[in-house]
């Protein structure tokens, strides 16, 4: 299974919005809205932000949205804030029964 | 509140077998799938495997050959063989639950750092 593509990184000035794509096949992304979204600032461990394409766990602000269409996904950050400056990881569940990660995208606040 | 906990040897000789368990504290492991991922030093995120309470697994085909995920015989941890290690699998390795009804990887254990050099 091949990874899933995203940009390698995206900027923005604060307050500002940036969007994230997520691209798949019709084997992963396109076949399940079971897309998940990952925060990884450096040294530290991955934190889920954003599951099933659209939805938040408690406790992630509402200025992480997430949405699908077709093979791509994507992750927008509205009104930017420093503490938002991280690498960024989709992950979707496969029609193997198996997960794959995306390639990664370093966001920073400029 | 569920808490992950990864362990084992951080250093590994080439063509040895890399093990790590995962001590699973404040749930049961009869709830969910629980995954191991890892991270090589710079690079991104690579889903290992995953494995359910009665042992059932998954794993990604790159990798299959050489792994094996089960859950411990006390049932609050599992654990990771990697055989046939090369530097190449030098990476921190993350455990996590597949939370989300199965769909997400929440919580994450801290990671740990395994070398793999003679």
């Known amino acids: 299974q091949s990874a899933l593509t995203q940009p390698p990184s995206v900027s923005g000035s604060p307050g500002q919005s940036v969007t994230i794509s997520c691209t798949g096949t019709?084997?992963?992304?396109?076949?399940?809205?079971?897309v998940s979204w990952y925060q990884q600032p450096p040294g530290t461990a991955p934190k889920l932000m954003v599951y099933d394409v659209t939805n938040r766990p408690s406790g992630v602000p509402d200025r992480f949205s997430g949405s699908k269409s077709g093979n791509t996904a994507s992750l927008t950050i509205s009104g930017l804030q420093a503490e938002d400056e991280a690498d960024y990881y989709c992950s979707s569940y496969t029609t193997s029964s198996t997960f794959v990660f995306g390639t990664g995208t370093k966001v920073t606040v400029l | 509140q569920v808490q992950l906990q990864e362990s084992g040897p951080g250093l590994v000789k080439p063509s040895e077998t890399l093990s790590l368990t995962c001590s699973v504290s404040g749930g049961s492991l009869s709830t969910s799938y629980w995954s191991w991922i890892r991270q090589p030093p710079g690079k991104g995120l690579e889903w290992i495997g995953n494995v359910l309470y009665s042992g059932g697994t998954n794993y990604n085909p790159s990798l299959k050959s050489r792994v094996t995920i089960s859950v411990g015989t006390s049932k609050n941890h599992f654990s990771l063989k990697l055989s046939s290690v090369t530097a190449a699998d030098t990476a921190v390795y993350y455990c996590?639950?597949?939370?989300?009804?199965?769909?997400?990887?929440?919580?994450w254990g801290q990671g740990t750092l395994v070398t793999v050099s003679s």
């Open positions: 019709s084997s992963d992304v396109g076949s399940y809205n079971r």
């Open positions: 996590a639950r597949n939370n989300c009804g199965g769909d997400c990887f929440d919580p």
